[in-house]
């Protein structure tokens, strides 16, 4: 009976005792199962991103003559661009309401480019499924951000229901197949022999997994037997092309010898006589012809494609005709409830890790440690935007909303707090010139009231 403590999820979450502790053979088993769903499933989904589809690797037909080719049309490139285009296209916001916490943490937000961070991260989880944020300190003790994808690392999940990281593994082969790697743990970060441990200043397990589902599936994977299908139609078809530019001649009844047929094809004239009072036949070939079948097959898996992805066809004549906004609305609703679903899950993500982050005292003050549950999100979609009517929308909330969040639903303005305090700015280097001219022109009426109430005395006393 095999003692192995560990088990792996069909969505390969490893979980682990939480009562137990974990050990370098442990490891070493989780990396080779992780490298069983590397090969199966993360370098499948990289290929098919990178255009590398299935059909390039089919045998050839023995038969050189005849056409082959192999063509691809590479409908996942396009579908995790154009889902995160519309989902992170815009970056996101990430504020706190206390001015001078908001400052440091735009200073790490900033300093660790965690907005370009966060689209590497959402390109990884529609391919992969998932990704991973690693946090470390750098030499010069910052603290820093990086992505990792899934090929070489996991996380190790507790088995309760809260499912609790209790580790996070990073490995790699060299050349000669032997293994190496780092283990971190709460209480330190190990080699992958769980030996020459170093200090874990974060006292948690400083990575954290990004997903956009429970199920931890890429954006395309459930449209990969249709893409295959797309690309084993659109070949068959350019085979045929290929095919009917080859026509043959058919001539009944008639014996063509060589000088014949020269004659033919250098003056394209054909003149024959019937043999034994047969009548000639001369034509072409007609060939099978299932250009229609063809056309709509390629159409169904076509529209198949984008509705089953629940990513819009932008590229489409029709989509560009909406007769309205509403109408537009309606055919971006499968990718709005697909983006507000993966939005909810890098809000969680995210907000565990400014926990992480906040808990060393270097970003934010560390008596200000749990003001990570009040770091702000806000994911802006990305869609043609409409500079006059969000002005519009803008001021006429003014007097039914904070300033702040008026000046949220401006595209134009990424960071509102910051703009309240440049209006704030503004403002009073605008009055301070209408103050000195309203001084001045309060001297200069009095100046002019003494100077007539001076003349009218006069002209008193010349009377």
Not at 245 to 261: C, N, P, Q, R
């Amino acid at each position: 009976m095999s003692d192995q403590k560990w088990s792996v999820t069909d969505d390969s979450v490893f979980l682990f005792p939480q009562e137990d502790d974990l050990t370098a053979d442990d490891i070493k088993e989780m990396v080779k199962q992780n490298q069983t769903y590397t090969e199966n499933r993360y370098k499948v989904a990289r290929q098919f991103y990178k255009g590398h589809h299935p059909i390039l690797d089919k045998q050839k037909k023995s038969d050189i003559d005849k056409p082959d080719n192999c063509l691809v049309v590479n409908y996942p490139k396009y579908i995790v661009d154009t889902f995160n285009g519309f989902f992170d296209g815009i970056p996101p916001k990430i504020t706190l309401d206390d001015e001078d916490l908001n400052t440091s943490l735009q200073d790490f937000v900033n300093y660790n480019s965690l907005l370009d961070l966060i689209f590497e991260a959402s390109k990884q989880v529609s391919i992969y499924g998932r990704s991973y944020f690693y946090i470390y300190q750098n030499e010069d003790k910052k603290t820093c951000v990086t992505v990792v994808d899934p090929i070489h690392s996991f996380i190790i999940y507790d088995d309760t229901v809260a499912k609790k990281a209790k580790g996070f593994v990073m490995y790699s082969y060299d050349s000669d197949n032997n293994l190496s790697g780092q283990v971190c743990l709460t209480d330190g970060l190990y080699d992958i022999e769980l030996g020459n441990k170093t200090a874990n200043v974060y006292k948690n397990i400083p990575a954290i997994e990004f997903f956009e589902n429970e199920e931890r599936q890429g954006t395309f994977e459930n449209i990969e037997t249709l893409v295959n299908g797309v690309n084993n139609a659109l070949s068959q078809k350019a085979n045929d092309v290929e095919y009917f530019a080859d026509a043959y001649m058919k001539i009944l009844g008639s014996e063509v010898d060589e000088d014949t047929l020269k004659q033919i094809k250098d003056n394209h004239i054909i003149n024959l006589a019937s043999q034994d009072g047969q009548d000639v036949v001369v034509e072409f070939m007609e060939k099978p012809n299932a250009d229609g079948e063809q056309e709509n097959l390629i159409n169904r898996l076509n529209n198949l494609i984008f509705q089953i992805s629940m990513v819009a066809n932008i590229s489409d004549d029709t989509f560009g005709n909406a007769a309205s906004g509403v109408s537009l609305q309606y055919k971006l609703l499968s990718m709005r409830n697909l983006a507000s679903n993966k939005e909810r899950k890098f809000t969680k993500s995210l907000r565990k890790l400014f926990e992480i982050v906040f808990s060393t005292g270097n970003v934010i003050p560390s008596n200000k440690a749990e003001e990570w549950q009040n770091v702000k999100f806000k994911f802006t979609r990305n869609l043609p935007s409409n500079l006059v009517e969000e002005a519009q929308t803008a001021a006429t909330l003014s007097g039914i909303t904070s300033q702040e969040t008026q000046l949220s639903t401006l595209s134009i303005v990424d960071d509102p707090k910051s703009e309240i305090d440049q209006i704030s700015e503004d403002q009073k280097r605008d009055a301070e010139p209408v103050n000195k001219d309203t001084v001045n022109y309060n001297f200069g009426s009095s100046q002019n009231s003494n100077n007539g109430d001076s003349s009218d005395d006069k002209s008193k006393e010349d009377n």
